[in-house]
Each structure stands twice: as C-alpha cells, then as structure tokens.
C-alpha cells in the first residue's frame, strides 16, 4: 500500500470513545465505524470463516459456535456470546497477562448492515471496564490503534486479497505514519468523550511510544 493508501483507510474510519455497562461494572467503549465496498455475505464470512480470518486477523481455534470458546494464536481468548448471522457476532475477549483475573470485563461486538450500493456499513464496538490497568496509561488508544491497524488489513483483504504483514507494515514509512496519526485521532476520540487534556496528551505520547519502533515516535 502507499502512503496515500493507507491515509484514506485511516480517514475512511469513525472513532468514538463512549460508556457501557459490563456485567463487571462501568466500562468504556472504543467505538469504530467505516464502509467496506464488499457485499455484506462476503464481510460476515470473512469475520466468521477460521480460514479466513486467519488471512487477515490472526489463527483462531476453539469451539466455534455459540456459547464456545475460541482463543487467537496471540494469546486472546473468549467465549461466543451472541452470533446473528449475517448481522452480529458479540464475543468476550481477554488478552494479556493475568486476563483470566478479569473475567468479563472486556467484549467485542460487531455489527454489519448493507450498503445501498452492494457495500457494508462496518461497526465495531469494544467494551471495557474502566479499571482495566491498561486505560489510565494509553487511554482507548490501548486496543484502538491495534483495531485501526486489523481494519486496515481487513480492507486489504476485502479489495484485493492481499494480506498485510503486521510486523512489516508497521516498521514501514506508511505504517510508522499510520500508527502515529492513529494514535492521534483515538486522542481527539478520547477529549471528545471527555478526557482531561492533560491525561490524553499523555496517553497519546505513550500510545504513540507503544506501536512505533523504537526511535521512531517523534
């Protein structure tokens, strides 16, 4: 991808950062929306299809099906809590060192709806408790600027079939620039939800610091 590429994905999606209620408690939302020039069928199989998603996202093995668990060749893990196909999939989603000391505090749901043209209309939503350690450091750029970076290869694979190398993409001129003006727009995401200036410059230097080689982040 060019730079001019991967720019226009990166303003192709909406951000917002919002409240949700978890069945541990209060949490906080990362919220992405965008169009993929893909028939609704084709988007759904590939966020469902294991073949498939491992294209673009991660392996994923498990019990695929509602009330399974499945895990990510990554360490994310999660039960199935609802699957509508062709329009919802909702799923927990624990990662990171000592998840499994929090569980439920933090779900994926997505959902999808036909375009007027043969598109689809792409929501994401990511719930999680304001507690999680992660959030008072890097804010919703904590997992936003990761989910940008999986869209981005969605979209890939959705246009052309081609697979981005994450490791290679981000290391890239274009990825090192994605990531930076990602981080930047979960930043502005996060003041309009009501972040205090002070901790989202923060959060967004050290979100920045966090997905940029080292070396690279200014």
Not at 191 to 208: F, R, Y
């Amino acid at each position: 991808m060019t730079m001019k590429d991967v720019l226009d994905e990166l303003s192709a999606a909406r951000r917002k950062m919002g409240t949700a209620t978890l069945p541990a408690g209060e949490a906080y939302t990362m919220e992405l929306r965008r169009r993929y020039d893909a028939y609704l069928d084709d988007v759904w199989d590939a966020i469902t299809n294991p073949e498939r998603l491992s294209r673009w996202m991660k392996p994923v093995t498990g019990d695929l099906r509602l009330g399974g668990a499945f895990e990510l060749d990554g360490g994310e893990h999660g039960e199935i809590l609802r699957c509508e196909p062709p329009r919802l999939l909702r799923v927990s989603w624990m990662f990171g060192p000592g998840a499994d000391e929090w569980p439920g505090t933090s779900e994926v749901e997505v959902r999808l709806s036909p375009g007027s043209a043969g598109d689809t209309e792409f929501e994401l939503v990511h719930a999680a408790a304001v507690g999680e350690p992660m959030f008072p450091t890097y804010g919703p750029g904590a997992g936003g600027v990761g989910w940008d970076l999986h869209l981005l290869t969605l979209a890939s694979f959705l246009g052309d079939g081609e697979v981005l190398d994450h490791e290679e993409f981000r290391a890239s001129p274009a990825g090192r620039e994605f990531s930076r003006r990602s981080a930047a727009a979960w930043g502005e995401a996060h003041l309009a939800g009501g972040g205090e200036p002070g901790h989202v410059a923060a959060a967004v230097e050290a979100t920045t610091a966090f997905y940029l080689p080292t070396g690279d982040a200014r």
